[in-house]
């Protein structure tokens, strides 16, 4: 299994892909960034946005450029259904 375990440059993480084609991201190389002098820890940003009822699905990424780190949040929504 660890030989399929690749490695996803831009956002830190780790992923296999299957033999559709298709990535499932399985952990993080990075579980922490430091931004404003503040430990920030993206599972803690998905377990909140999580805990909203609107919120199907979070997922928040990190990117290293140069020296600065940035968080990218990306999150679906459930739909809204009007009665």
Not at 39 to 68: D, M, S
Request: contains cysteine.
């Amino acid at each position: 299994m660890i030989r399929n375990l690749w490695y996803i440059n831009r956002y830190r993480d780790i992923g296999t892909l299957d033999e559709d084609g298709y990535v499932k991201i399985v952990g993080r190389i990075k579980d922490m960034v430091i931004r404003g002098g503040e430990n920030v820890y993206p599972r803690e940003i998905e377990e909140v946005l999580h805990a909203h009822p609107g919120v199907q699905e979070a997922h928040v990424r990190i990117t290293h450029l140069f020296l600065c780190s940035r968080l990218y949040i990306f999150f679906i929504l459930f739909p809204y259904i009007i009665d």
